[in-house]
């Protein structure tokens, strides 16, 4: 195909890359191999089954930096898919996590931790009043979305297509529906998968539409327990809400008396320690977090105020889990909320800076070589859109998007030694600094030479 500007089928040497992929990354294929033989499509979550040119295998990560199982050392900007806001095996969370493996990894029963890191987090998050842990993001919103049934006594919930909430039959639908499925379901929820329970509850609308909020209110305003989003749409292309979508939302909610459920299962403790809620400066009823929360071990929280959270107190909603509040991802997690609270918000300062200045130096350097770019959010997590000439509003702005041409510039990084997310997507850590992106954008310079 052509962009207007230059040939761009092949501009990243995608087939010389994957041969050398191939050759230095040879002990990834053969376990790849080895491991579809036992376990499903040869990965651990179907999200990675179509890595391309293949799944790699890694053996060890410190810092901003990953080694693969041949020795190839990568700056990687991939952390887990979110998690490692600290970036690999921060020695903080590693220590306090081995203390504790000393004393106990379990107990199925009450321990210190537990209250020591809820105080931390209703000091931290701004609608915090009450906490629950549990063990990842997608548990964690069918609590949040119980709680908002309970609370209200409707049965269903509003969400945005493109917006990821896990992998839950009530929130796995319009997640990123192809254009042919949305001329086959028109308005109607898109199921991601098959198997998915059909569910009447959803009521999908457009990201930073009001008029499609306010018309899902005025026809069904007293069936709607909440209203479920990403506060920065991170799933699909960063979208920001616009200025002013998320006080609206704040007010339709209140008014029509149903719940405002923030997913910060990225946005928390990523675009500042308060999260979203604090970075855009609405406060939601209820708040999700996984990810930066457990700094890459399996922790959830739900956060919210005492009102709602009471439900749970009193036990009139049930929310269980056998391995709730363990030790281990607690020490994991008090660790890693210290170092993040230290220092008066320098660790964000400083991701703020390096993100927004390898964000800059990527996109001037792919627009100087004709490639069109945009780029949206900035800082600690931001994503590059090939192909785009303005900023997306919505998930379908998304689909115009050239996804074959930057998973082609993600394979020529890889091979240049940088790991990035093949969506577009690229995170933080605190580990990162100055050397890893001056590394980055000469990778970069190379790819495109
Ligand atoms: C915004 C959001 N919510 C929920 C989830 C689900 O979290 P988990 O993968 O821990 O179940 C994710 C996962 O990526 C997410 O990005």
Same mark, same amino acid.
């Given at each position: 195909?052509?962009?207007?500007?230059?040939?761009?089928?092949?501009?990243?040497?995608?087939? *010389?890359?994957?041969?050398? *992929?191939?050759?230095? %990354?040879?002990?990834?294929?053969?376990?790849?191999?080895?491991?579809?033989?036992?376990?499903?499509?040869?990965?651990?979550?179907?999200?990675?089954?179509?890595?391309?040119?293949?799944?790699?295998?890694?053996?060890?990560?410190?810092?901003?930096?990953?080694?693969?199982?041949?020795?190839?050392?990568?700056?990687?900007?991939?952390?887990?898919?979110?998690?490692?806001?600290?970036?690999?095996?921060?020695?903080?969370?590693?220590?306090?996590? /081995?203390?504790?493996?000393?004393?106990?990894?379990?107990?199925?029963?009450?321990?210190?931790?537990?209250?020591?890191?809820?105080?931390?987090?209703?000091?931290?998050?701004?609608?915090?009043? *009450?906490?629950?842990?549990?063990?990842?993001?997608?548990?964690?919103?069918?609590?949040?979305?119980?709680?908002?049934?309970?609370?209200?006594?409707?049965?269903?919930?509003?969400?945005?297509?493109?917006? !990821?909430?896990?992998?839950?039959?009530?929130?796995?639908?319009?997640?990123?529906?192809?254009?042919?499925?949305? /001329?086959?379901? /028109?308005?109607?929820?898109?199921?991601?998968?098959?198997?998915?329970?059909? +569910?009447?509850?959803?009521?999908?609308?457009?990201?930073?539409?009001?008029?499609?909020?306010?018309?899902?209110?005025?026809?069904?305003?007293?069936?709607?327990?909440?209203?479920?989003?990403?506060?920065?749409?991170?799933?699909?292309?960063?979208?920001?809400?616009?200025?002013?979508?998320?006080?609206?939302?704040?007010?339709?909610?209140?008014?029509?008396?149903?719940?405002?459920?923030? +997913?910060?299962?990225?946005?928390?403790?990523?675009?500042?320690?308060? $999260? %979203?809620?604090?970075? !855009?400066?609405?406060?939601?009823?209820?708040?999700?977090?996984? @990810?930066?929360?457990?700094?890459?071990?399996?922790?959830?929280?739900?956060?919210?105020?005492?009102? !709602?959270? +009471?439900?749970?107190?009193?036990?009139?909603?049930?929310?269980?889990?056998?391995?709730? $509040?363990?030790?281990?991802?607690?020490?994991?997690? @008090?660790?890693?909320?210290?170092?993040?609270?230290? $220092?008066?918000?320098?660790?964000?300062?400083?991701?703020?800076?390096?993100?927004?200045?390898?964000?800059?130096?990527?996109?001037?350097?792919?627009?100087?070589?004709?490639?069109?770019?945009? %780029?949206?959010?900035?800082?600690?997590?931001?994503?590059?859109?090939?192909?785009?000439?303005?900023?997306?509003?919505?998930?379908?702005?998304?689909?115009?998007?050239?996804?074959?041409?930057?998973?082609?510039?993600?394979?020529?990084?890889?091979?240049?030694?940088?790991?990035?997310?093949?969506? $577009?997507?690229? !995170?933080?850590?605190?580990?990162?600094?100055?050397?890893?992106?001056?590394?980055?954008?000469?990778?970069? +310079?190379?790819?495109?030479?």
């Amino acid at each position: 195909m052509t962009n207007g500007c230059v040939e761009v089928s092949d501009i990243f040497h995608v087939k *010389l890359r994957e041969d050398r *992929l191939r050759a230095k %990354a040879a002990g990834s294929l053969a376990r790849g191999l080895r491991a579809r033989g036992t376990l499903a499509g040869g990965v651990s979550t179907g999200l990675r089954r179509t890595a391309r040119p293949f799944p790699l295998y890694f053996q060890e990560g410190h810092g901003a930096r990953l080694w693969d199982v041949d020795g190839n050392e990568y700056v990687d900007y991939m952390l887990g898919w979110g998690p490692l806001i600290l970036g690999h095996s921060c020695p903080a969370v590693s220590e306090a996590v /081995g203390a504790q493996l000393q004393l106990g990894h379990t107990f199925g029963a009450q321990h210190d931790l537990e209250y020591e890191v809820a105080e931390l987090l209703t000091s931290l998050i701004p609608c915090a009043e *009450l906490v629950a842990f549990a063990n990842s993001g997608t548990e964690i919103v069918q609590v949040a979305l119980r709680l908002a049934r309970a609370y209200t006594g409707r049965a269903r919930h509003l969400k945005f297509e493109g917006h !990821y909430h896990g992998w839950d039959d009530s929130v796995l639908v319009s997640y990123h529906p192809s254009p042919q499925e949305l /001329g086959r379901y /028109g308005d109607a929820p898109v199921p991601t998968g098959e198997g998915q329970r059909p +569910d009447a509850s959803q009521i999908v609308v457009q990201w930073n539409s009001r008029e499609d909020v306010e018309r899902a209110f005025r026809q069904h305003g007293d069936e709607i327990s909440a209203v479920l989003c990403e506060p920065l749409l991170c799933n699909s292309g960063c979208i920001p809400p616009e200025p002013g979508f998320l006080e609206f939302l704040r007010e339709l909610t209140t008014r029509y008396g149903a719940l405002l459920i923030f +997913d910060e299962v990225i946005t928390g403790f990523r675009l500042a320690l308060g $999260g %979203a809620q604090q970075h !855009y400066g609405v406060t939601p009823d209820l708040a999700t977090y996984a @990810k930066a929360v457990g700094a890459g071990l399996p922790l959830s929280v739900l956060a919210g105020r005492e009102q !709602y959270m +009471d439900l749970i107190a009193s036990g009139r909603v049930i929310h269980a889990g056998t391995l709730n $509040g363990n030790p281990l991802v607690l020490a994991g997690a @008090k660790a890693a909320l210290q170092v993040l609270n230290a $220092g008066n918000g320098s660790a964000y300062t400083k991701m703020w800076h390096l993100g927004d200045r390898l964000r800059d130096g990527l996109v001037r350097r792919l627009s100087a070589a004709h490639i069109p770019v945009v %780029a949206m959010g900035g800082g600690p997590v931001f994503q590059l859109l090939f192909g785009l000439q303005n900023p997306p509003r919505n998930y379908r702005d998304t689909l115009a998007a050239d996804k074959v041409l930057y998973g082609d510039f993600a394979i020529a990084m890889l091979d240049e030694g940088v790991t990035l997310l093949q969506d $577009g997507r690229w !995170y933080l850590s605190t580990a990162h600094d100055e050397n890893e992106i001056e590394r980055t954008l000469a990778a970069v +310079d190379r790819v495109l030479a």
